[in-house]
Nanobody
Framework: QVQLVESGGGLVQAGGSLRLSCAAS????????MRWYRQAPGKQRELVAS?????STNYADSVKGRFTISRDNAKVYLQMDPLKAEDTAVYYC???????????????WGQGTQVTVSS
């Protein structure tokens, strides 16, 4: 089994910063890509940022220049600065990986962490 544990959410004023963390553990042979998604109330879940095993990154237009995704082995981070009220959402970590038990790629989601930005 593979587990993802997220941390770092909270309440912050607009213009402030937060750093989200997500640690993957379990039967992982190789990580393919790690991503951060978010879902605001009444909206669909959207991709915020991703980072591949080779270090290539991709960002949603709405967060370019403000958010930075990084990775350290089986941990992925999302530095958010400066935050805006519209960044308020539940943030989810997602990992695509190859398990030690199967050559097929698999995906796992974190439990989500709430980020609230007050204006």
């Amino acid at each position: 089994q593979v587990q993802l544990v997220e941390s770092g959410g909270g309440l912050v004023q607009a213009g402030g910063s937060l750093r989200l963390s997500c640690a993957a553990s379990g039967s992982i042979l190789r990580i393919i890509v790690m991503r951060w998604y978010r879902q605001a109330p009444g909206k669909q879940r959207e991709l915020v940022a991703s980072i591949t095993s080779g270090g290539s990154t991709n960002y949603a237009d709405s967060v370019k220049g403000r958010f930075t995704i990084s990775r350290d082995n089986a941990k992925v981070y999302l530095q958010m600065d400066p935050l805006k009220a519209e960044d308020t959402a539940v943030y989810y970590c997602n990992v695509e990986y190859v398990s030690i038990w199967s050559p097929q790629g698999q995906s796992r989601w974190g439990q989500g962490t709430q980020v609230t930005v007050s204006s």
